[in-house]
Nanobody, 120 residues
């Protein structure tokens, strides 16, 4: 069984910083692209950032220059470093990953989400 578990969310003041983590566990052979999405109340889920297995990154325009995605392949973990947070960054943040298991089948997995609230 493969799982993605996020952590690091919470309440932060505008202008503050947070670091989200997403760790994959289970019978993993390899992990391809990993990413972060967010969903604010009443809105559709939207892409925040993605990172390839080789470290190539892609960001939503709304977070460029403020958020940084990274990954530690040895730990099967991706991180989202968020700075200069704004109230409009408030959302549930989800990580996703394309993971190949030990039986060499590849599936798209989602984490359970972690809440980020930016408010004074």
């Amino acid at each position: 069984q493969v799982r993605l578990v996020e952590s690091g969310g919470g309440l932060v003041q505008p202008g503050g910083s947070l670091r989200l983590s997403c760790a994959a566990s289970g019978r993993i052979y390899s992990i391809d692209d990993m990413g972060w999405y967010r969903q604010a109340p009443g809105k559709q889920r939207e892409l925040v950032a993605t990172i390839t297995s080789g470290g190539g990154t892609n960001y939503a325009d709304s977070v460029k220059g403020r958020f940084t995605i990274s990954r530690d392949n040895a730990k099967n973990t991706t991180y989202l470093h968020m700075k200069l947070l704004k109230p409009e960054d408030t959302a549930d943040y989800y990580c996703d990953a394309y993971i190949t298991s030990l039986i060499l089948t590849t599936y798209h997995y989602w984490g359970q989400g972690t809440q980020v609230t930016v408010s004074s």
